[in-house]
Structures are given as C-alpha cells and as structure tokens.
C-alpha cells in the first residue's frame, strides 16, 4: 500500500532542494497547486 504522507514529505523535499514553488510545479505537471499542496500533505490520493 502507498504511503501517502511519505510520498508527499519526498515531493515537499525534492521541490525545496530544487528551489521549486508549488506553483512552478504545478505548472510543470500541468495540475493546480492546490494539487500540489494535497499531495505534499498527504489529503488527496490521486
């Protein structure tokens, strides 16, 4: 089973190391940072 809350700290990780906002990666993977905020902490599955 997929562990949601380990998956979001990694993105939450390499986004910082890049120097990446939520919104840069949004933008990047074509998603709303609201996405990209979900998945960083854990809320939404998908």
């Known amino acids: 089973m997929l ?3 380990a ?3 990694k ?3 390499c ?3 890049h ?3 939520q919104d840069r990666i949004a933008e990047l ?3 709303s940072r609201q996405a990209v905020s979900r998945w ?3 809320v ?3």
């Open 29 to 31: 993977l074509y998603v």
């Open 11 to 13: 993105i939450h990780d």
């Open 19 to 21: 120097h990446y906002s």
């Open 40 to 42: 960083e902490t854990g």
């Open 7 to 9: 998956v979001g700290k």
């Open 15 to 17: 986004r910082v190391e």
């Open 44 to 46: 939404s599955q998908t």
């Open 3 to 5: 562990d949601c809350i």
